[in-house]
């Protein structure tokens, strides 16, 4: 039963996961790590800047590798 759920939720996200929620994705990481970043630096907010760069990659190495694994997958 597990087996299915799995199955399943594994093939509505490879639907789900094209090439234009990816560029999403990746944007949505680039605005994150370079604009926020930018931003809470000027408001002398480092530790939040260091966390919104951190988020950002995360995004950007994330929605990249997600997109690969369900392809080779």
């Known amino acids: 039963m597990l087996l299915n759920w799995l199955d399943l939720f594994y093939t509505e996200i490879q639907d789900f996961y094209g090439l234009h929620v990816m560029v999403i994705v990746v944007l949505i990481g680039l605005f994150e790590g370079v604009i926020e970043h930018k931003q809470l630096t000027e408001k ?30």
């Not at 939040?48 to 988020?55: N, Q």
């Open 44 to 73: 002398k907010l480092k530790r939040e800047a260091k966390i919104a760069r951190f988020i950002g990659a995360g995004y950007v190495v994330g929605g990249i590798g997600l997109f690969i694994l369900l392809k080779i997958l």
